[in-house]
C-alpha cells in the first residue's frame, strides 16, 4: 500500500517543487517505508510525483519508479492474480515493466483489464505527454482529485489536504474506468478534457448506454472549466467480475422450505437447510473460493520464517501480521477462521474490537507503564491505553463488545493452537473528539455525513489497534502490529444484509431485491471504499476485503438470489444465509446466528454526541478548521503518544 501523488501544472507561476506540508506529512503517514520525490518538466507544463511505500511484498521498491524513456509510474495497489508476479518479486515494478511492453492504448487497457485486485495508480507517458490513472473496479484504493486556477494546475492524490480552501476542493476519481489526459493539448487548448475508458460488461445489451451512464457519472462534481468525453477508439476495460444473475424462480417465493421453522433464527433451522445436497455443495463452493481469497491477503508477508534459523522466537514475542476488524459478527468470524488456515500456526492474528464511552473519562494507566516496552515489542505509552488500569467491564455495554467475547471463545475452541489476540480498543468521547479534528475529518473527506463521521471514526481507531489484550495473565496494554487489517465489507451488499433489502423484497419481492442487491455493488466505491482506505491507510497499514475478491464476486454473481439470501426466514437466519450456512460448515454455530448489527451502533459511536441525527445528514463534525485556527494550532502542536506523529 502507498499514497501516491502528482501535481500538474501548465503556468512555471502556480508549480511548485515541493508538496505542502500537510499533504506530504499525509502521504508519509500511508507510506513509511520509503519517500521519494520527481519533477518531470516540458516546455508546456511541469509534474512532480510523490511516492511513499509501505512495504509488504518482494523487495522494497521505491515510488515513483521511472523507465528510461522518460516514463514515470506510481501504484498504490496488490496483484493478487491475472499478472504473474512470483512471491519474492515487486507487483509495482512488475506493473511498471508490463507498461513500458505495452505498444498502444489497447494493450494498456488488456493489461489492467487483467489485473485482479486492489489498485490505484498515476503513470506518466512521456513519449506522447499523456498521463494515465484511475481506480479498480471497486475502488478499493483511494484516488483523489482537485483542479484549481481555473484549468491551470491540477493534483492527484491518495489522500487530501488539511487546509479548508483546499479540503473543499477535493473530489474522488470515480471508478468508472481509466482517464487520461493529454498534457501537451491541455496547455495549448486551456481547457481539461479527461478521456474515460469504462468499464463494460461485454454481456450486456446496451453497451452505448452504458457507457453514457459512466460519462456522466464520472462528470458529477467537476468545475466547468473540466469535461469529461469518451476516448476516441471507444475503447472499454473488460470488467473482472460475472454479471449478476437475475434468474427468478417458476413461482414467487412464499413459505420457507418444508421441514424449517421460520418464527425465529435456530441453529435447526440452519442445520436443516445443510441436509439438501445441492445447498450444500454450494456452501462448500463459496467456502473455497472464499478461503482462496484470504489465502491470497494473508500470504506473501515479510515473516519470522525468512529470519535466518539461528534467529529462533519464543511464542510471546511472535507478532501478529494480520489482523481483522473484528465484532464477532458472522462476517468477521468467518474471515477469522478462514485466516486460521492459512496463517502459519504460530504467528498470532489480532482481532480488532472497538468500543465508545461516554459517561465518564476513562482513567489512565498507572505511571509506571507509561512507555513500557510490552512483550510483542511494541512501545505503548498510557494515553493510547485509558482503561488498561482499571480494567475492561466499564466498555462491556457496547453490543460489539459482547459478541466479540463470544467470539473469541468460538474461534480459540475451533482452533485452541492458534493465539488469538483479542484486542479491546476503548474510546473516550473526549478522544473521539480530538482526534477526529486533528486527524479523521480530514480522511474522510469528501464523503461528509454522519454515516460516514461514525465508520470512519470507529475504523480509524480499530485500525490504530491501540487497546489492551485480555490474557490468561490478565489485562495489559498492546498494541497490533499487524500491518494488513482485512475487513468484512461487501458481505451485506452482496448477500442482502441490510434492513433495506428485505423492505425492498417486502415490497417488490426477488426481482426488486436483485435490483437493490446491484445498486449495493455499483456505488460501494463512493459510498465506503475510497473513505475506508484513506482511514486504515493513515496508520501505515493495508485495508484487504476478501468479499471484494473478484473470484467471490464472481461466484455470487452467478447466484440466483434465493440461494444467497432467504428473506422469508427472520433476522439472524434469512440475510446472508449463505454465509451463516458456511459459519456452520466451519463450527461456527453461535455467530452463524446473530443478526446484522452495524458498525456504528455496535461500538456505540452513533447517538454518541447527537440523538436526533440520521445517517444522511450532512455531518458538521467533519467540517475541515479553517486556516486561521489552523495558524493557532500550529503553535500548540504536541507530540500525540498514539501514533508518536506531531498533531
Known sequence: MCGICC??????????????????????????????????????????????????????????????????????????????????????????????????????????????????????????????????????????????????????????????????????????????????STSICKSVVLKLYPWRSISKENVTRECDERLT??????????????????????????????????????????????????????????????????????IAVLSSAVRRRVLCLPREGDLPPSAVLEPRDRKAKVAILFSGGVDSMVIAALADRHVPLDEPIDLLNVAFITKEKATPASSSNKGRKQGNGEMLSEESTPDAAAGPEKWAGAPDRATGRAGLKELQAASPARAWNLVEINVSLEELQELRRARICHLVQPSDTVLDDSIGCAVWFAARGAGCLVAPGGVRPYRSPAKVVLTGIGADEQLAGYSRHRARFQTHGLAGLNKEIEMELARISSRNLGRDDRVIGDHGKEARFPFLDENVVSFLNSLPVWEKANLTLPRGTGEKLILRLAAMELGLTASALLPKRAMQFGSRIAKLEKRNEKASDKCGRLQVISLENLSIEKETKTQCPQCNNIH
Open 7 to 184: 501535481s500538474v501544472s501548465f503556468s512555471l507561476e502556480h508549480f511548485s517543487k515541493d508538496l505542502k506540508e500537510d499533504l506530504l506529512c499525509n502521504l508519509q503517514r500511508r507510506g513509511p517505508d520509503s519517500s521519494r520525490q520527481l519533477v518531470r518538466s516540458d516546455a508546456d507544463y511541469q509534474c512532480l510525483f510523490s511516492g511513499h511505500v509501505l512495504h509488504l511484498r518482494g523487495a522494497l521498491t521505491a515510488q515513483p519508479l521511472e523507465g528510461e524513456r522518460g516514463d514515470v509510474f506510481l501504484w498504490n495497489g496488490e496483484v493478487f492474480s491475472g499478472v504473474q508476479v512470483e512471491a519474492e518479486e515487486n507487483d509495482a515494478q512488475i506493473m511498471f515493466n508490463c507498461l513500458s511492453s505495452c505498444q498502444d492504448e489497447s494493450d494498456i487497457l488488456s493489461l489492467f483489464s487483467e489485473v485482479q485486485g486492489p489498485w490505484s495508480f498515476i503513470y506518466y507517458q512521456a513519449s506522447h505527454h499523456h498521463l494515465w490513472f484511475g481506480r479498480d473496479f471497486f475502488g478499493r484504493r483511494s484516488l483523489l482529485w482537485h483542479f484549481g486556477n481555473l484549468g491551470m494546475s491540477f493534483c492527484l492524490s491518495s489522500v487530501g489536504s488539511h487546509t479548508s480552501e483546499v479540503a473543499n476542493q477535493w473530489r474522488e476519481v470515480p471508478a468508472s474506468g481509466i482517464f487520461r489526459i493529454d498534457l501537451k
Open 217 to 286: 457519472r464520472a462528470s458529477a462534481s467537476l468545475p466547468p472549466f473540466v469535461s469529461v468525453a469518451a476516448n476516441e477508439a471507444t475503447l472499454c476495460l473488460k470488467e473482472p467480475v460475472a454479471p449478476l444473475n437475475v434468474l427468478l424462480p417458476p413461482a414467487p417465493a412464499a413459505a420457507p422450505r418444508a421441514g424449517v421453522s421460520s418464527s425465529r433464527p435456530s441453529a435447526e433451522t440452519l442445520r436443516a437447510l445443510l441436509t439438501d445436497g445441492h445447498t450444500q455443495e454450494v456452501v462448500g463452493q463459496f
